[in-house]
């Protein structure tokens, strides 16, 4: 069982619509928790992070995380296609500092 | 520079070959890390430096693989006698204190032919 799984996709929606993202993971020892986008042909780029139960929002992203069930996601409201890109969940894991990804979720958005 | 610094951005060898692939970190960062992407997969943890020595090198997957960082700033990931299945996108990241929080170059490509 991978560490962390997310669904490859790819994921489509409408200019406007809102984007969700999924993320499970399987250490209940993980304690921090990232979302980085990454372009095609480019490297990763941290979005967002969340290290606490519940929401935190950022502009048009919210992060959502719950630890109990092992689960954190990724909402994009107002899609643009300048959001299409790959999006990677990433976990940490007790006094490690090593990120461990998931394999991403590609996204398009229509214009 | 501004960001982090990777070089070569492309590098095709033969099989068999030693190849060393650099890093220059974001000025001050003092975490390093190094990570391989192949297609469609998401990075894949190597090597971590806090400043100087190799504080987990839990992902070097063989001793082919060898990383330093001699004065806890550029740092060098070294491939000895290289096969097919090196080929990836080798990404260096560097992070100034929060875990988990990286900036990563724009990686250098490798092609093991």
């Known amino acids: 069982q991978k560490e962390v799984e997310q669904n490859s996709g790819p994921l489509s929606v409408p200019e406007g619509a809102i984007a969700s993202l999924n993320c499970t993971y399987s250490d209940r020892g993980s304690q921090s928790f990232f979302w980085y986008r990454q372009y095609s042909g480019k490297s990763p780029e941290l979005i967002m992070s969340i290290y606490s139960n519940g929401d935190k929002e950022d502009g048009r992203f919210t992060a959502q995380l719950n630890k109990a069930s092992q689960y954190v996601s990724l909402l994009i409201r107002d899609s643009q296609p300048s959001d299409s890109a790959t999006y990677l969940c990433?976990?940490?894991?007790?006094?490690?500092?090593?990120?461990?990804f998931g394999s991403g979720t590609q996204l398009t958005v229509l214009p | 520079g501004a960001g982090v610094s990777q070089t070569p951005s492309n590098k095709v060898t033969e099989k068999g070959k030693y190849v060393e692939l650099r890093c220059d970190p974001i000025s001050g960062h003092t975490a390093l890390y190094w990570y391989r992407q192949s297609l469609g997969q998401g990075p894949e943890f190597l090597i971590y430096?806090?400043?100087?020595?190799?504080?987990?090198d839990s992902g070097l997957p063989n001793d082919r693989f060898f990383a330093v960082r001699p004065e806890g700033s550029v740092s060098t990931l070294k491939i000895q006698r290289t096969e097919r299945g090196d080929s990836a996108v080798y990404l260096c990241a560097s992070s100034k204190s929060r875990t988990g929080e990286l900036f990563f170059g724009e990686g250098s490509r490798l092609t093991v032919l």
């Open positions: 990433a976990v940490t894991a007790g006094s490690a500092r090593q990120l461990t």
């Open positions: 430096f806090q400043g100087t020595g190799a504080a987990d």
